[in-house]
């Protein structure tokens, strides 16, 4: 038979290591060493990965709970099927190896919503036959159950034969949460006039509220000492560079800020609502031609919700 | 010259760490599946490795089903892995999952037989399995004359074409500068990482790095491709701090310590229109087309 990792206990490694993990990159892609399987890397965790497993098969657990087949030839059969979804062991250990990593580093992706299981019933309306399945799987921790029964005893070999050889088809509609890029941008600029542009601006003691920061760099911007180009790779969104340009201001506020402020000690007089924190320009900025040509890649990602579709075998093993 | 800074301008010039899409340029067969060899980043192969099985059982009335699998022989596999092992390469697969890539997906069964009431399941995500899961699958009631009729024929003629289609996101690179060892300039710079050094023991190690890690041009005249790649790796990988010398930036080679290197990359994006049939036929392989959509 073959052995599969039973998602059951992948599901207790998962959470396990919940709270170190954050959530799959779906639009990153992960060298697989040519294995067809989907492998994304985590967020957060550098070396940590997960994977779509790719089709629900029958599952043994404990050797307690497994599929079930009574069948007497010619006369009856009931066929009790216990599925879960699963990914071949071998196949995630040649995966693991081609990233020089080990199994545990790998978690499945939890499906967030079943729905619409759809099973190649050539049987229905048939009278002699009772076949239920559920309308969802769940997410990965739990079993599929599917019942046959048929008093029928050439339907009852037949099923016997298909079952035995192969099994029944179905599929099923699933999503998953995941996170995708919302903007990949490089941004080039010229710190050394962005920060003579901030001297001039400046309150007294070089002081500025984040809310001006952020109204300067949008002018910086707007007079092309700051540029935006979009980077085309298969991650990137197929959003404009306008709308991608307008979700990056606060990252780029931080960039700069980061660079050329530090955290004001003394507040100047006037109301402080809605104006931000307050920050000192530094005036120990030191110029230089690398600062003159500054680059940075710039993105960040949404959660986002995916849907997809998943093969359900019915067979014995 | 070459006019970089008109390329520049054109598309997809990074510096390293490339997530490229498939690379049209060197698309060759790899058993049924169709491979894109990229110059730098992933290359990729299709995930349609499409075949059929027909079958019936029972006696008065049988049941038949026509099956399409997805999924890989051993050989294939082993072919796949020669290429990671032999060249190096990092290869990946796609499927409905990578959106960027792969989109509108169109699955149908063609020509079928002549059957009543045909159930019909198809997944349209391009998901490829091992190799017991139907991928997409049709079942159908006959009588016992008509299955035997339909056994023969699907050794012979065929059962009608199981067609898939899809728009693939794709590239075509006509110039390409960089090294191919992947860590290899992580490895040559990471020793250098805290300690400052004059401008001669810089060139020194950057001198190292073209060397050693294998220089990879087209487009490009020899002596452009090794000025370039050598402005491009002290760009890339060094600072200068005034009095203090040159220092190597270590968080770039943090993040480049598996990406091939390429100062530049120089492609055109592009959308094909792809298709791939499958004759439902005993032993039939799939075909694959791609056609330019134009942007």
Redesign the interface.
């Known amino acids: 038979m073959k052995k599969v990792i039973s998602r059951a206990v992948l599901g207790m490694v998962a959470l396990m290591v919940w709270q170190a993990q954050a959530w799959p990159v779906i639009d990153k892609l992960v060298e697989t060493g040519g294995e067809p399987i989907k492998v994304y890397p985590d967020q957060e965790n550098n070396g940590s990965y997960w994977y779509i497993p790719q089709t629900i098969d029958p599952v043994t657990w404990d050797s307690r709970y497994k599929p079930a087949l009574s069948y007497t030839r010619g006369k009856d059969l009931t066929f009790i099927f216990r599925g879960q979804a699963s990914v071949d062991r071998p196949m995630l250990e040649r995966v693991a190896k081609a990233l020089n990593t080990d199994i545990s580093k790998f978690t499945p992706i939890a499906y967030d919503t079943s729905n619409n299981v759809v099973c190649q019933n050539v049987y229905l309306g048939n009278d002699k036959v009772t076949w239920l399945y559920p309308g969802h799987i769940g997410n990965y921790l739990e079993y599929v159950p599917v019942s046959i029964r048929t008093t029928d005893g050439e339907i009852a070999d037949e099923m016997y034969s298909l079952i035995t050889s192969g099994g029944f088809a179905c599929t099923v509609d699933v999503t998953f949460k995941a996170v995708s890029t919302a903007y990949k941008l490089q941004m080039t600029a010229d710190m050394n006039q962005v920060f003579h542009r901030f001297e001039a601006g400046a309150h007294a003691e070089g002081f500025w509220w984040e809310v001006d920061i952020h109204t300067m760099i949008q002018n910086l911007y707007r007079d092309g000492i700051i540029t935006f180009t979009k980077i085309e790779d298969v991650d990137a969104p197929k959003t404009s560079l306008d709308q991608q340009v307008q979700a990056v201001w606060d990252d780029v506020a931080k960039q700069i800020t980061a660079m050329l402020f530090r955290p004001a000690l003394k507040l100047p007089d006037g109301a402080l609502a809605g104006r931000g924190k307050p920050w000192s320009l530094r005036l120990d900025y030191q110029e230089s031609t690398e600062r003159a040509h500054y680059q940075a890649t710039l993105d960040s990602h949404n959660i986002t919700s995916k849907s997809s579709q998943i093969a359900l075998r019915l067979a014995t093993q | 010259m070459k006019p970089i800074y008109l390329a520049l301008l054109v598309?997809?010039a990074?510096a390293f760490a490339?997530?490229?899409?498939p690379e049209l340029g060197v698309q060759s067969q790899l058993g049924r599946v169709a491979f894109y060899k990229a110059f730098a980043?992933?290359s990729y192969?299709t995930?349609t490795?499409f075949s059929s099985q027909f079958r019936c059982?029972?006696?008065?009335e049988p049941?038949c089903?026509i099956?399409v699998y997805n999924?890989?022989t051993d050989d294939e596999?082993a072919q796949?892995?020669q290429?990671?092992q032999s060249e190096g390469l990092?290869?990946?697969?796609?499927?409905?999952?990578?959106s960027?890539?792969v989109s509108n997906i169109n699955e149908n069964f063609v020509n079928l037989p002549n059957v009543t009431n045909p159930?019909i399941?198809?997944?349209?995500?391009l998901?490829?399995?091992?190799g017991?899961?139907?991928?997409a699958?049709v079942?159908?009631?006959t009588d016992a004359g008509s299955a035997n009729s339909l056994k023969s024929q699907y050794q012979t003629a065929g059962l009608g074409t199981y067609s898939v289609q899809f728009q693939l996101?794709a590239q075509k690179t006509s110039a390409y500068l960089g090294l191919a060892k992947p860590g290899c300039v992580s490895d040559t710079l990471s020793p250098s990482v805290g300690k400052g050094l004059w401008w001669s023991e810089a060139a020194q190690l950057i001198d190292t790095a073209v060397k050693t890690c294998g220089l990879e041009s087209f487009g490009f005249r020899p002596d452009e491709a090794d000025h370039e790649l050598r402005l491009n790796l002290e760009k890339t990988f060094f600072?200068?701090v005034?009095l203090h010398g040159y220092f190597v930036k270590e968080e770039v080679l943090t993040d480049v310590r598996d990406a091939p290197y390429s100062a530049y990359d120089i492609?055109d994006?592009t959308d094909l229109n792809c298709r791939v049939d499958l004759d439902l036929r005993a032993g039939a392989v799939p075909v694959y087309r791609c056609a330019g959509a134009g942007k």
Not at chain 2, 132 to 135: D, G, L, Q, S, T
Request: charged share 10%; proline share 7%; hydrophobic share 40%.
């Open positions: 598309i997809a990074q490339q997530t490229n899409p980043g992933y192969f995930p490795a059982v029972g006696v008065s049941l089903q099956n999924s890989l596999k796949i892995q290429l990671t990092k290869i990946v697969t796609f499927s409905s999952i990578n960027k890539i159930q399941l198809q997944l349209n995500t998901d490829m399995s091992s017991n899961v139907p991928y699958s079942a159908f009631r996101h600072k200068h005034f492609a994006p």
